[in-house]
């Protein structure tokens, strides 16, 4: 692991972007933690969604939030051709980037994902800020797409914020990801919390229902708010939050 | 309205049994209240479960917290033919008592419901320690059963816990409610927390969702945990009482 600045620090806040190198592979990260360090604190990875990137708004709000009200570090790293490791990029196309599409027709993204997690987790942890028994994973849609696979591999993930995702709908369909899900969900151990938009126009509800209740844990629960994918209201993300906090 | 005692206080805690009359029914009901009463404090009406009575154990026990973390007063009456209103009780055959059944069957049940609660609504925010303004309803399977036709009809109920109840499943089928509760739905206009147990065994989630699809304010969320029906975790329950909490 490499860092890339010396970070900036804002409000309590300090940001800092790394690399961490795997296979030849550089994979862009971003760490945010407590400016002022009083021991080793937890650590929530955060997977970004599709045709997004590490440093989107939302995910930099949640992260800064977690860091100012928790005491939690949190840490983003771009998903394989997404932002710096482009060239998938936010589109108007309904249909998606084109390397987005390809992205899901190719058979190794799961497994170079849950690698590209697990070796930042593994830098992470290495850190003398960061406590590695305490590390949660929260990522929706995308996150969840790709963060199911690292969930269901990784042990040592002690709770999960999974959701906006399921074997139904539009993204489903084009995501072919149904057979690694059917086999992954099983697998997940740790608590989980999973989010669903009762009115999802990509991932249809129902198709969402399935994919919680193959989650081999039975220490989860769903919340359900309407709306479209991409609505979920504040409420919604501060459980997120909270759940994570109370449980690292 | 008539109180019966002088009310006793243990913790913090005032509890004071009433009876409200209305066309001749005499409705026997508890209030818990502060002890410590420095103005009118906000209100929650508590419907119990099936077979069970105002002063059930989990009713009891939820009371007393919305008095003392919340310093919100809470008040249980027993439903038509419960508790001291007889003859239904607590039965170890899944098939119900004999006049549980037939309470289902008689046309007025609902209507006689409703009425009893507005009753007891407008008698409670008649004292000076209760704030008539903020007055939420709290009440989970039969507390839904007659609670949901309640909270449709009474527009000053200001937020609402419903749940464990739907339109599918062997109570469904027996309850006979199902044409009560799709003209309702749609009229529940509060915030509303609707709680699923993913296995119940006495309404389908499916039916639970369609109910929660139906009813009319935006403003809900639902919460679904594993388990049987009566297995709603302190998670659950305790997120119903933070709910109303937040709203009243």
């Known amino acids: 692991m490499e860092w890339r600045d010396g970070g900036t620090t804002s409000m309590g806040v300090t940001e800092r972007g790394f690399f ?8 862009p990260g971003i760490l945010w933690a407590p400016a002022e360090v009083t021991g080793p604190v937890p650590l929530v990875l955060i997977g970004h969604g599709g045709q997004s990137e590490k440093r989107n708004p939302n995910g930099l709000a949640l992260a ?16 394989i051709d997404h932002g710096e ?3 998938i990029v936010a589109t108007e196309d309904p249909a998606g980037h084109l390397d ?4 899901w027709k190719r058979p190794d993204t799961f497994d170079r994902m849950v690698a590209d997690w697990q070796a930042t987790f593994d830098a ?21 797409m790709l963060g199911l696979p690292f969930v269901a591999a990784e042990s040592r993930i002690k709770a999960a914020v999974l959701g906006l ?16 899900h059917r086999a ?9 919390l999973f989010v669903v938009q009762w009115d999802d126009e990509r991932f249809g509800r129902d198709g969402a229902f399935e994919l919680f209740d193959l989650l081999g844990t039975k220490d989860k ?15 919604g993300t501060d459980a997120t939050r909270e759940f994570l906090a109370a449980r690292l």
């Open 20 to 27: 961490v190198e795997r296979s030849g592979d550089l994979i």
């Open 64 to 79: 800064r939030r977690f860091v100012r009200r928790h005491g939690i570090a949190a840490a983003a790293i771009d998903a």
């Open 85 to 87: 490791r482009g060239p």
């Open 100 to 103: 987005y599409i390809a992205l």
């Open 124 to 144: 992470l942890i290495g850190l003398p800020g960061i406590d590695g028994e305490r590390v949660g994973y929260w990522g929706l849609s995308m996150g969840t």
């Open 165 to 180: 995702c399921g074997f139904t709908g539009a993204s489903a369909v084009r995501g072919r990801f149904g057979d690694r």
């Open 184 to 192: 992954d969900a099983p697998r997940v151990a740790c608590p989980v």
């Open 221 to 235: 629960r769903l919340h359900a708010y309407p709306g479209l994918h991409a609505e979920v209201p504040p409420e």
